[in-house]
């Protein structure tokens, strides 16, 4: 018998002894007074049972079978479903097997099986969360997580992802590499579905920021910062007109960084249970169930309906923002290198002040080249294989004779100890002693 029970059996006890009228025992007790009288009637028939359930210490009515926890538990106990907690258990057990069953349920089911282990709480330290921006659109984190997302059955993937701050709303793919070239693809993905929005926010990797080159031994702290020239990255969002911002660690961009680990445990196991070993079911699996599920569970709405998404205009050009853009010199033949290889402009497309001038070579995301001097796209064509510099004629040995090197052999087999003496050659020229030499 419980304390609430033991105190409702004296408040019932003194309206029997007529120490308290039974309206008095009604509000008290928070009943109403018929229900009283019957309380009274049962205390007479049942003694002090009266005021314990009588539903007490027998099955519920609404009990599972034995055979149906018998059932889910060997369901879980396969392979595939190793490491899976109870709330995705019981997901997988209603969609897949038609067990219904709370997650709290299947907890104790598990537990008893010895298929999951309940972990004792902690006490966190406290932190202090960074309000969500007000807007759809206003501020998107983005990152890539590496991990072994199919567990050895396939290739190595990289999964990229950017998450709306507002409203938690996910857009991801995976990838083979984490490149400029990959994360370009699925930057063109999202301005596509949704615009530009006005703000992203990354960590400080080289693909989004060029580290300025220092000695180990120079000190950092007395030199003022150098403004470095832009990664391809930061200039598509210059031109498409977003602003990045750096964050400084992990925990800044802690949205994103709780959503790899929400991936690294749920999609796992999810495409582990569906058999996934490529690229293309993986990316399969992730659109159509993964981030579904998200969508429906785990997104929240904006505190302002607006969207800060702004579209597309005439101007962008997404082919050529997004794309590997350098500078290149005309030459006077109106040819320019590339990669190692000659492109000749085309004779119509000549004009003053073209030979000797800038233009801008885009390597775009399809493998095709563009030109482009000042606002006009010249078409170009490949010539040959550019000449390389002419290598630097080595020195000759150290060791090679003088004589070699000037290319004369005057003094070949001469030897000063076998030559006439000084006298002996001057009697033999026939000078005579007195004249001028």
Request: hydrophobic share 35%; aromatic share 8%.
């Amino acid at each position: 018998m419980t304390q609430a029970e033991r105190d409702r059996l004296v408040t019932l006890k003194k309206a029997k002894k007529k120490l308290i009228a039974q309206r008095e025992a009604a509000e008290e007790l928070g009943l109403s007074i018929r229900h009283v009288k019957r309380l009274l009637y049962a205390l007479k028939k049942h003694g002090d049972k009266a005021v314990v359930h009588g539903l007490r210490g027998k099955p519920s009515n609404r009990r599972i079978e034995e055979s149906i926890e018998r059932e889910a538990v060997k369901i879980l106990s396969a392979p595939v479903y190793e490491g899976f907690g109870p709330t995705l258990a019981a997901e997988y057990l209603e969609e897949r097997h038609s067990i219904q069953a709370s997650k709290e349920t299947v907890r104790q089911w598990m537990i008893r099986a010895r298929l999951w282990r309940g972990k004792e709480q902690r006490v966190k330290q406290v932190h202090i969360w960074r309000p969500r921006r007000s807007r759809f659109g206003e501020l998107v984190q983005w990152d890539t997580s590496e991990h072994d997302w199919l567990e050895g059955r396939g290739e190595k993937l990289y999964l990229i992802a950017m998450i709306d701050d507002a409203t938690s709303r996910l857009f991801a793919r995976f990838v083979r590499h984490d490149s400029t070239e990959e994360n370009m693809k699925l930057l063109w993905s999202y301005l596509e579905k949704f615009g530009r929005p006005l703000r992203f926010y990354t960590d400080k990797a080289s693909l989004f920021q060029t580290a300025e080159k220092r000695r180990r031994d120079e000190p950092g702290v007395d030199k003022d910062p150098v403004e470095m020239p832009p990664t391809q990255i930061g200039r598509a969002l210059r031109e498409l007109g977003i602003t990045w911002i750096p964050a400084h660690s992990a925990q800044a961009k802690g949205r994103v960084e709780r959503n790899f680990g929400t991936a690294q445990d749920r999609l796992v196991k999810g495409m582990r249970v569906a058999g996934v070993t490529t690229i293309k079911q993986a990316n399969e699996y992730l659109i159509n169930d993964y981030l579904v599920w998200w969508e429906r569970e785990l997104t929240v709405e904006a505190a302002h309906p607006d969207d800060a998404h702004r579209r597309l205009e005439k101007g962008h050009n997404l082919a050529a923002s997004l794309s590997h853009v350098e500078t290149r010199q005309v030459r006077p033949d109106y040819t320019l290198r590339w990669d190692g290889k000659l492109y000749q402009i085309e004779r119509q497309a000549v004009t003053a002040g073209l030979r000797g001038a800038n233009v801008r070579v885009e390597r775009r995301l399809d493998g095709s080249l563009a030109v482009r001097h000042g606002e006009r796209y010249l078409p170009v064509k490949e010539c040959g294989t550019a000449d390389k510099p002419k290598a630097a004629r080595p020195k000759e040995a150290a060791t090679t004779p003088r004589a070699a090197r000037r290319g004369s052999d005057w003094n070949k087999d001469f030897d000063l100890k076998k030559a006439p003496k000084l006298w002996q050659a001057v009697q033999a020229s026939g000078h005579r002693r007195g004249e001028a030499l």
